[in-house]
């Protein structure tokens, strides 16, 4: 097991094959998909394909993770940072089931991944997008200090682009 982040709660780990089931499941709850753009895997051996196929942690040092409860190590969901192949923008994302909606994981995840991005990783910006319907990941990202950049249209729908700055000067 790869720990990347321990925060009061929850520990940060890179994904193992053994997370296919869970990810499976997660992706298989139209609420939770509903503001990704992503679609449900069609079996778990799908789910298992995109991680043995997940090159993030090798190509740029960190992604997204999954996040365990410390104690029970449940796997809550996932939270991390991506960075765009074209853009090299880095964005934050997140992603629970939803029986953990509103305790506050999301949260605390994405803040020490932050804190990761700007303290470890050394990058100067943090990017996050959410469509403007969905109002708990814009309240999570306003809580991890993002501010709101523009409205734009992402994926043929009206979202908000916002960013973190980093001063290293
Ligand atoms: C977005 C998501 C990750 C938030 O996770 P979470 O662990 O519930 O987040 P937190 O508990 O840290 O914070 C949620 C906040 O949103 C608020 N919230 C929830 N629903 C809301 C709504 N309809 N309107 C306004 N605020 C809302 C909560 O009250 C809470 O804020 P508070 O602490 O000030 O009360 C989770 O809902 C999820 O997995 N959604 C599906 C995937 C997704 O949409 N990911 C983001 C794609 S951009």
């Known amino acids: 097991m790869k720990i990347i982040l321990e925060t009061e709660r929850l520990y940060l780990r890179e994904f ?85 909606w509103g305790k506050g994981y999301a949260t605390e995840s994405g803040l020490a991944c932050i804190n990761l991005g700007f303290s470890t990783l050394n990058l100067t910006k943090i990017i996050g997008r959410a469509y403007i319907e969905n109002k708990s990941s814009i309240r999570v990202l306003k809580k991890c200090k993002f501010k709101a950049v523009k409205n734009f249209t992402y994926d043929n729908q009206p979202a908000v682009l916002f960013e973190i700055n980093y001063d290293r000067s």
Request: net charge positive; charged share 30%.
């Open 16 to 100: 193992e094959i053994s997370d296919a089931i869970n990810l499976y499941h997660l992706n298989s709850d139209f609420d939770v998909i509903k503001y990704t753009g992503n679609k449900p895997f069609q079996s778990v051996n799908e789910a298992e394909n995109f991680i043995k196929l997940y090159t993030d942690y090798k190509k740029n040092g960190f992604g997204r993770w999954a996040v365990c409860l410390k104690g029970t190590h449940e796997f809550l969901g996932w939270c991390g940072l991506k960075k765009d192949t074209d853009s090299k923008e880095v964005d934050l994302g997140f992603r629970f089931f939803k029986k953990h």
